[in-house]
């Protein structure tokens, strides 16, 4: 199996090591002054450590009430507008933190598109969305997954090579309803008793939320997600067989059943004075019919298999720990919009304007590293600019010798 990054989409994640933008711009511009450049990109990524740990702080105590693995217990109790408040304030700080880490909202609309496709790997899945409250999904670099598969053309005995698309990384924020809401819901749409609805729901969907104060908000993490799998992500999936399966089983478990039938009735003619025969007779259809539901099982377990493996593998991490993880990706990201800002200013020996720098480092990152990048150019100013190191004249920047840089720049 192999990934490579989709060359047709520009994106503004930087694929690139903090580290090696260092090196790599230094040897660029033949620069002299390496130890000096050394120090300013620590101090950087140091200030945007500080700054982001705050975030972080907050973040945590906002999510601490919703956090379905906390194992911390509190005198403190909230009531229902406090609950909802918290949750307003959790949405609102961590969208413009995934802006930072340079992540793409999903919108409904895509993610309702790939629940028509079929994986080709032979998964395919449902997911009621209606069993939840509120659904986040943000993703972050497109790639092209080269893989090959058993080609059912050829009754399973080549292979063909296929290409798909998926999403490198995925962040995932999901709000189960009350049960007594989607209980509601599902009685006034179907007609159907509520308290039956309600025992169901109880039995058979143990993510609704029971409790009105103590509501849990799941987040998770994943990388490497083909497009056509999104389903698989959620916690209410169902695994359904595809249709060539359904086609299969039926052919070749209707014709096997219908003979075993009919082998049946001839038998029982021919020994109804025999009922040893007419025991085995029966026995034997027996077991064609339970030899095709093993087979209806057994493809439903091969599913589930590889549901369980390809979540297994996939899963970065859960609840606080992907906040603390999308934290860090965030002070790697803003710190490489700086530096590459940061390194191209000081080494020009004249101002700049934006555009000229954005199609600067767009231009090093394709030479260099042979991909396209929709460069953040803005925002690394930005950056450059809170970090006390930018120098404005009109429409033309520069920035403070390397020197000077180091000792204005703020930690803490």
């Known amino acids: 199996m192999q990934i490579d990054y989709n060359d047709t989409i520009k994106e503004r994640f930087i694929p690139i090591p903090y580290d090696e933008i260092l090196s790599g711009v230094l040897t660029h511009f033949q620069t002299k002054e390496r130890d000096a450049f050394e120090a300013l990109a620590h101090k950087i990524h140091l200030h945007y450590y500080h700054h982001y740990y705050a975030t972080l702080q907050e973040l945590r105590g906002l999510y601490r009430c919703f956090n379905p693995d906390r194992d911390t217990i509190s005198n403190h109790s909230l009531d229902i507008p406090a609950y909802n408040e918290r949750e307003s304030q959790l949405y609102r700080h961590i969208a ?16 309702q598109e790939t629940m028509n496709r079929t994986s080709p790997y032979g998964v395919e899945v449902s997911v009621d969305f209606d069993d939840f409250e509120q659904i986040e999904l943000y993703f972050r670099g497109e ?8 080609d059912p053309k050829t009754l399973y005995l080549k292979k063909k090579q296929i290409q798909e698309p998926l999403y490198r990384r995925l962040f995932l924020i999901i709000k189960p309803k009350l ?39 799941y ?41 075993g039938g009919s082998t049946l009735v001839t038998k029982l003619g021919a020994a109804a004075l025999d009922p040893i025969a007419a025991l085995g007779a029966i026995g034997a259809f027996v077991g064609i019919l339970w030899r095709q539901v093993k087979e209806v099982f057994f493809r439903r377990t091969h599913y589930m298999a590889k549901l369980s493996e ?31 800002v940061y390194l191209f200013l000081a080494h020009q020996q004249e101002p700049m304007a934006l555009e000229e720098l954005d199609h600067a480092i767009e231009a090093y990152v394709r030479k260099y590293y042979d991909m396209e990048l929709d460069f953040e150019v803005e925002d690394g100013v930005n950056g450059v600019r809170d970090l006390g190191l930018l120098i404005e004249d009109g429409d033309k920047i520069s920035v403070l010798e390397v020197a000077e840089a180091i000792e204005n720049i703020e930690i803490g």
């Open 310 to 340: 390809r979540l297994y593998f996939h899963n970065l991490d859960n609840n606080e720990g992907a906040l603390n993880y999308m934290v860090n990706m965030a002070i790697q990201e803003e710190s490489k919009e700086a530096l590459f």
């Open 143 to 150: 790639s092209i997954q080269t893989d090959k598969i058993r």
């Open 179 to 217: 049960l007594e809401t989607r209980a509601q819901e599902i009685a006034q749409s179907s007609g159907k008793d509520i308290d039956k609805v309600r025992a169901k729901l109880q039995k058979n969907n143990p993510l609704l939320i029971t409790d009105e104060a103590n509501r849990n908000i």
């Open 96 to 111: 413009p933190l995934l802006n930072d880490a340079n992540y793409e909202r999903l919108t409904k609309e895509i993610l």
């Open 219 to 259: 987040i998770k993490l994943f990388k490497n997600i083909p497009h056509a799998d999104l389903e698989m992500l959620f916690p209410n999936t169902k695994v359904r067989m595809t249709l060539f399966d359904k086609i299969k089983l039926g052919v070749l478990g209707g014709g096997g059943t219908i003979g």
